[in-house]
């Protein structure tokens, strides 16, 4: 149970936080993960995605993931994509008015901006749309002129939608273009930019679908810690925790087996499926469950006898966590069972379908991350007025009713800024802040764009500053303070200093294919919408080719 600060006065006009609704669906070609369907477009096209707590942006597959042409692509490629959004089939699309680029392409191509550090340059067709959160009489909210990015590549073959409050800027800093998180709270459909979230999985209680809610959390779904992680101050790194041990333990607890050398700090990231950890651990991990690494393929395929052994020992995996600014104070684990990594590679990943492990060796230290096979047994409560976010253990209790939580804005969100944990009471730490500037090389991307701006203002953008949806959200120092369910919650405020971006690290690693299928591009078509995509090995390519989306940070 979490208990409320009761020195803090309660605001009962602040709207309520919103729940959406998982699809249902299981779905990935990296493994079966539960699923949020989208409305895109008037009228609406139907999609499912999954949840980005990385992005800030919504992205949906265009028909040009699905070509019928290709005798390789299967029937159903629109169903195992999710659905497909055609953006000439919604009469409320908008394209982004940038002018055409030098490959010959026209408006609205951009890099997708999300898993460079993994060397993905994959490109989407920007414009604006309707967007509505849930399937249709769910009640969830609806949106007009919302960024959307129709995709084609094989490296997200789902959708996404980001959870991020990071505005996007096409052109400059100058003019950002506000997330749906940051356009909820604009316009009080929420009471803050927050929210929590975990996957779900397949292997507890029958199938137990991913839970999201956007301005609170769900305490039915979590147990509580008293651990509050402060934001990185590489703002698009900003759910960053130090992982201090890994471990591996027998099903009767008997045996323990270390599997981390060394403390590092991961990035948390549902974008993506995998966990990458250092090559090192995972050769302790290659040791503890005799999984082997295929270096073609660049993960751990497991065969059908591995499968039966690794099942029927059904060891766990433990991660311990502390917060990644200290690395001292209050320790959390999060156990996933073998379960939690039973997954499998489908079309287009590999020929037949084939069971893997999703572990992967990082080639540097920007690529730790703890992606979404780690969020199946982990609840994230992300906070961004006070810029720290907290990691929860999932509680299993089997048809336990939803406890909605609503998380106000701080009282003063000016206030001194190093992030504490909050007391052992059982009190949810509560995750913070607005995110800031972005890294050094989007930066130098974010010159070549600007320098070709075009003289034109896109229709949409005016027509959304004209009646205040489309400008960027700004921060109420005089909010209201956090609200847990009703009742006050006291969390760190806002360090009012400016932030800082970062540069990703030099290196870029891309993925060798499996049998000419692992990691494949697939590029969108050289139309008059398609853009191509950006060259890997050449950041500087944007110059002569295909522009890049830019980011900002909300302002202090």
């Not at 590489?234 to 323990?256: C, E, F, H, K, P």
């Not at 059908?304 to 104070?329: C, M, Y």
Request: glycine share 8%.
């Amino acid at each position: 149970m979490i208990v409320a600060n009761p020195i803090e006065a309660r605001d009962t006009s602040a709207p309520k936080p919103i729940v959406i609704p998982a699809s249902q669906n299981f779905e990935g070609s990296d493994g079966a993960f539960s699923t949020f369907t989208l409305q895109i477009g008037t009228p609406a096209q139907v999609v499912n995605v999954f949840i980005s707590t990385a992005g800030y942006q919504t992205w949906a597959v265009a028909p040009q993931g699905c070509n019928a042409s290709d005798p390789t692509v299967p029937a159903n490629c629109d169903q195992l994509r999710g659905g497909i959004f055609n953006p000439n089939q919604s009469s409320t699309w908008n394209a982004n008015s940038l002018p055409q680029t030098s490959s010959g392409n026209k408006t609205g191509g951009f890099t997708l901006g999300l898993e460079q550090n993994f060397g993905y340059q994959d490109v989407g067709l920007y414009g604006f749309d309707t967007v509505a959160l849930g399937w249709q009489g769910s009640g969830g909210p609806s949106l007009d002129g919302q960024i959307v990015a129709s995709i084609a590549t094989n490296n997200f073959f789902l959708g996404t939608f980001g959870l991020s409050p990071r505005p996007t800027n096409f052109s400059g800093f100058t003019d950002p273009t506000p997330s749906y998180l940051s356009s909820l709270k604009s316009q009080n459909m929420i009471p803050s930019l927050s929210w929590g979230y975990t996957a779900g999985n397949q292997y507890r209680h029958n199938k137990i679908l991913g839970s999201l809610t956007l301005g609170g959390y769900d305490t039915s779904r979590f147990i509580p810690n008293n651990l509050t992680i402060g934001f990185n101050e590489q703002d698009i790194r900003d759910l960053t925790v130090n992982i201090n041990a890994i471990s591996m333990a027998s099903a009767d607890g008997s045996q323990r087996s270390d599997l981390l050398p060394h403390s590092i700090a991961a990035f948390v990231d549902s974008t993506i499926p995998w966990i990458y950890l250092p090559v090192e651990a995972c050769k302790k991990f290659e040791e503890a469950f005799g999984i082997t690494w295929n270096e073609r393929m660049q993960g751990y395929p497991v065969n059908d006898s591995l499968h039966e052994k690794l099942t029927t020992q059904n060891a766990s995996v433990i991660f311990r966590l502390s917060n990644s600014t200290s690395g001292s104070g209050p320790l959390v684990d999060i156990t996933l069972p073998y379960a939690a990594f039973d997954l499998t590679m489908e079309y287009p990943l590999v020929r037949n379908t084939t069971r893997y492990f999703p572990l992967a060796r990082a080639a540097n230290e920007s690529q730790y991350t703890l992606g979404r096979t780690f969020l199946q047994e982990a609840y994230v409560i992300a906070d961004y007025e006070r810029r720290n976010f907290s990691i929860f253990q999932c509680s299993w209790v089997e048809n336990a009713q939803q406890d909605i939580k609503s998380i106000l804005m701080p009282v003063n969100a000016t206030d001194s800024g190093a992030s504490t944990p909050l007391s052992p009471s059982g009190k949810a730490g509560i995750a913070v802040g607005t995110v800031a500037a972005v890294s050094a090389v989007i930066s130098v991307l974010y010159f070549f764009v600007f320098r070709r701006r075009s003289k034109k203002k896109r229709t949409q953008k005016d027509k959304d500053k004209s009646d205040g949806s489309g400008s960027s959200t700004e921060l109420d120092v005089n909010g209201s303070p956090a609200e847990i369910g009703g009742e006050r919650h006291l969390g760190t405020e806002i360090d009012g200093k400016p932030h800082r971006g970062h540069e990703l690290d030099g290196q870029r690693y891309l993925a060798p294919e499996l049998d000419g299928k692992m990691h494949p591009r697939s590029e969108m078509e050289a139309s008059d919408k398609f853009p191509v995509e950006l060259a890997t090995k050449d950041v500087a390519a944007t110059e002569a080719g295909t522009e890049v989306v830019s980011e900002t940070g909300l302002p202090a």
